[in-house]
Structures are given as C-alpha cells and as structure tokens.
C-alpha cells in the first residue's frame, strides 16, 4: 500500500511562494509512490480554540463538527505524513496555521495529560515543515519552527526538519528560490523512502 501524504497550506495566497514548496514537497513525495493531498486552510472554516477545556475529559474536541476542523482531525490520523507550510507573519506562522494548530489541543492532552500515545509500538508518521519569510533577518523562522515542533510533537508525530526560503522581497531571489523548490521535493521524497522511526 502506497504511503499518503497529506499537505496543509497555510498561506492565504494559494499560489504564493509557499505554496510552490508545498507542491514541490508534495511533488517528491508523489515521485516516490506517495498518494498526495493538499488542504489549504484559507478555503476552510476554522474557528480558534474556545480554550473550554472539553477535551480535557477524552482528548477530543467538542467543536470538531461545527466547523471544518473534523476534516483535518479525519486525516491526521489517517495519513504516514504531513508538510505542513505557512509563510512567516510578524515573526510567526500564518493566521490560518496558528487557528489549526491551536485547535489540536485536544492531541496534547491526550498525549501529555491523559498519557495516550496515539502510535506506541508503531512507526510514527513523519511531519516536515516549509516556509517563506520576506524578511533577510537570519533568525526569521526560529519563532514558527517552534510552533511547528511543538504542534508534531502534539499530535505524536516525528518532526523531520524543515526546507525555508527567506528574504523574498528581494526582487533577485529566482536563483535562491530554485534551490528552495529542488531542495523541497527532495524532503518530499524523503519524507516518504527515509528510514522510518519509533522513537
């Protein structure tokens, strides 16, 4: 059975350079033999979490069918791998992004509060990050790669690393975006013919 891929856009500009390391990622994931999925978070109705702390008592968001979130929790547990991709806004991921990633609260407890890992004894799927900042500041992605870690290690996934393209405001970044693309479809096919982990 071939292994699925699931990638989340975070980026309201649906053909932004984000996106095009989303595909690219999803693209070598495809090459090797990957099933492939993109969800982009601007086209979904996704409300911020109420912090109601229902999940508190099973690990399972009260809200999931009020909005499009169920769609996501249906898949997260259902694919080998996310590549999750948000541009950087004011020092951190995407709106879209951060609405989601707070919305898996309900993963958290149940890994760290009600002590329930979701894949003991199996190989964990992987999660992969990409992300364009237009800012040069070489520090731009450490706020958002936390956010990131911190939303697979939620959901019991392993984080594999992350492929970034900063400063695209600069009008001469062609060649450095190219070397972005080549190096996201090779996370791509990694992601999917890696050595898998347990860990």
């Known amino acids: 059975m071939s292994s699925k891929i699931l990638g989340i856009l975070g980026s309201p ?5 984000t996106a095009d390391l989303l595909d690219a990622a999803l693209l070598g994931a495809r090459s090797s033999g990957a099933t492939t999925e993109r969800l982009d978070l601007a086209d979904m109705d996704l409300s911020p979490c109420k912090e109601c702390r229902a999940c508190d008592a099973g690990g399972t968001c009260a809200f ?3 909005d499009d979130m169920g769609q996501i929790y249906s898949r997260i547990r259902n694919v080998d791998g996310i590549i999750l991709a948000s541009p950087i806004f004011f020092m951190g991921v995407s709106a879209q992004t951060k609405a989601m990633v707070d919305r898996c609260q309900s993963y ?3 890994r760290y509060v009600l002590k329930r890992r979701a894949y003991e004894g199996k ?3 992987k999660g992969l990050f990409v992300s364009c900042a237009g800012s040069p500041k070489p520090n731009i992605f450490e706020p958002a790669i936390h956010v990131v870690k911190a939303f697979f290690a939620a959901i019991d996934y392993q984080y594999v690393g992350e492929v970034l393209l900063g400063h695209t405001d ?4 062609g060649p450095r975006k190219q070397a972005a693309i080549v190096s996201a479809e090779a996370a791509g096919r990694k ?3 890696g050595s ?3 860990e």
């Open 123 to 125: 190989v964990r799927p």
């Open 191 to 193: 992601l999917v013919s």
């Open 13 to 17: 500009r649906k053909d932004g350079n």
């Open 64 to 66: 999931a069918d009020d």
């Open 108 to 110: 958290w407890v149940e």
């Open 196 to 198: 898998p982990s347990s």
């Open 170 to 173: 600069d009008p001469a970044m």
